[in-house]
């Protein structure tokens, strides 16, 4: 039979939640949440999650596969504070990866996203010791979503310029092994590649980083592995190509232009 060890109960906090620290708080859309397939055996878990781990801190993730900066607002924060078990308790770092899929629709306002994008930095800014932002790869989706990113990309440089809030930039981010063939979500590779990036401005800032992400995993790969891998991501980069230059046969015809 299986005995439960027994739990050693806290001193009590004469400060109560006022000076709690409960780690990172994250919002975002799929590629914060994280979930997919495995790559050469290595999970496929969320940035924020690998920073976390990388700082030694726990984690409250309240991203959503889909998520526009709307949603931050209307859901993600909503349901933080409906369901946060302490409402009132501050956190040494608040990470924010929105606007991927903002940017991608026809819809798309730089001013619209940037009051509400200053709205989200805003309340972690009021619950955080620290605020992350991140910005969008250029070379963005399939069909691309073009000169409109650098627009995002400005307008999260902005925001954090005026609450003071740190700046992940991942412009230049992007690599077969590092990005999926949609050219939007990141791979298990690239997710840790996204948080190696992140410590590295969080250290910049003071944090200490207690380990490296790149350093908690371990796989090994054969040249089959290599060569099915390799044939795998050209097979889907073909049938996302295919799509993407059907999709934009489409728009030509009924005279529809990207904004």
């Not at 001193?11 to 397939?37: K, M, W, Y």
């Not at 991140?134 to 400005?154: I, Q």
Request: aromatic fraction near 8%.
């Amino acid at each position: 039979m299986t005995r439960a060890l027994p739990s050693r109960p806290l001193p009590p906090d004469a400060n109560g939640e006022r000076d709690c620290r409960l780690g990172v708080l994250a919002f975002g859309d799929s590629i914060t949440n994280g979930g997919g397939e495995l790559q050469w055996g290595v999970a496929l878990q969320s940035w924020a999650s690998w920073v976390a781990r990388g700082l030694g801190l726990p984690i409250s993730n309240y991203a959503t596969d889909g998520a526009l900066v709307g949603d931050v607002l209307g859901i993600q924060i909503p349901a933080f504070e409906r369901l946060g078990a302490h409402r009132d308790a501050r956190y040494e770092l608040g990470c924010v990866y929105i606007g991927v899929n903002d940017v991608r629709r026809f819809e798309w306002d730089s001013g619209w996203f940037e009051r509400d994008f200053t709205e989200v930095a805003r309340f972690l800014a009021g619950r955080c010791d620290r605020v992350l932002v991140v910005t969008t790869p250029l070379d963005l989706g399939r069909p691309r979503a073009g000169p409109k990113v650098r627009d995002l990309d400005a307008v999260v440089e902005r925001v954090a310029g005026r609450l003071g809030a740190l700046v992940l930039d991942l412009r230049s981010f992007g690599a077969r092994n590092l990005v999926m063939a949609d050219h939007v979500h990141p791979t298990a590779f690239g997710q840790i590649a996204i948080a190696e990036r992140a410590l590295d401005v969080l250290e910049g800032d003071g944090m200490r980083v207690v380990v490296r992400p790149s350093s908690l995993i371990s796989h090994q790969t054969t040249r089959w592995d290599r060569l099915r891998a390799d044939a795998t991501y050209a097979y889907r980069h073909l049938k996302v190509t295919v799509r993407a230059t059907a999709i934009v046969a489409w728009l030509r015809l009924r005279g529809v232009g990207s904004r």
